[in-house]
């Protein structure tokens, strides 16, 4: 049996990021599994970043890819020309895998590939996905979405994570270790975590309550209350809610709980603690609450968590 045939369509302003993960995953370190064609609508493209990419192939090489992957483009509301279109169409009908990283998922939802399917994007552009194809099954914070043999994805972590997951369904778990490890990357994300955000913001120094969220960091396993910390910033409650909020955007008790699950996160990340010692630590009490935190938070469980985010010692 041959190499199985990808192809990256690179659109007109193609998100290079985006572009490089397929071609990086897929193309591989010496013997590969796949044969990895760039295509697109015309022989230069450009990219977000300014620079060009010169095609190998036209249009017409979608038409014996046995997987094409949309990387993300800019402006990804803009109309595509028809000819891109029919051949997705034409690709997904006879048989071909779709896959698409961050806002690539507007050009499959245009050839009308994603009707009656979930499929996911970037966090900034879900409602707009939703609003603009109303029969495409949007689904919110996800790092990517397997339909079988259409497959979409967020950002660009996600689109590692995606390309990933395609590498260890058609070669096996061992083959996509071996490409994280070369990547840098997580060996496995399951695809319903949620697209992580950044962790809590550096209240700043000598910000007014600068010295409060240094005491919160320093006493997560301390019974931390409203009124403890009011009495700390000798305010009223009442007032603490209303300038903590106007001065870090978060209420006081939603920045401990940020604080508790980031602290939560490194030592899952770090160490060997069980989750029983994690959740005291950090204030959770028991490991059932610091489950249900991660749920909630998160869509995983702490130790899928640390399976998924260990750092090797």
């Known amino acids: 049996m041959g190499a199985h045939r990808v192809v990256v369509l690179a659109l007109d302003r193609v998100i290079p ?5 397929p071609i990086q995953v897929f193309g591989g370190r010496g013997e590969s599994p796949y044969r990895v064609r760039v295509c697109a609508p015309q022989r230069n493209v450009r990219t977000t970043a300014g620079f060009g990419i010169t095609a190998e192939a036209g249009l017409a090489g979608l038409r014996h890819a046995d997987t094409v ?3 993300g483009f800019e402006p990804h509301s803009a109309r595509l020309d028809e000819k891109v279109l029919a051949e997705l169409r034409r690709a997904h009908e006879r048989g071909a895998r779709l896959v698409s990283i961050c806002t690539g998922a507007f050009a499959l939802a245009q050839a009308g590939v994603l009707d009656g399917r979930r499929a996911t994007t970037h966090w900034q552009n879900v409602t707009e996905l939703a609003e603009g194809f109303p029969a495409v099954r949007v689904v919110e914070d996800v790092l990517y979405v397997d339909e079988g043999d259409v497959l979409t994805s967020a950002g660009v972590s996600a ?3 995606l390309c990933l997951h395609i590498l260890r369904n058609d070669n096996g778990a061992l083959a996509a270790r071996e490409m994280a490890q070369a990547l840098v990357a997580a060996p496995h994300r399951e695809g319903n975590q949620a697209q992580y955000v950044s962790r809590t913001a550096d209240p700043g120094e000598p910000g007014r309550f600068g010295a409060l969220c ?7 396993d301390a019974d931390i209350t409203i009124a403890t910390l009011a009495d700390r910033a000798a305010v009223s409650p009442r007032t603490l809610s209303r300038q903590f909020r106007a001065a870090t955007g978060a209420t006081p008790m939603q920045w401990v709980l940020a604080t508790r699950m980031d602290q939560a996160r490194r030592l899952l990340e770090a160490g060997d603690l069980c989750v029983d010692e994690v959740a005291a630590r950090c204030g959770f009490g028991t490991a059932l609450n610091l489950r249900t935190h991660f749920r909630r ?4 469980t702490p130790t899928a968590y640390r399976r998924a985010f260990r750092v090797p010692s």
């Open 17 to 21: 990021m985006d572009f490089a993960i």
């Open 69 to 71: 992957v949309v990387p």
């Open 159 to 161: 689109g590692i994570d």
């Open 214 to 220: 240094a005491w919160i960091a320093d006493h997560l």
């Open 297 to 300: 938070r998160l869509d995983t």
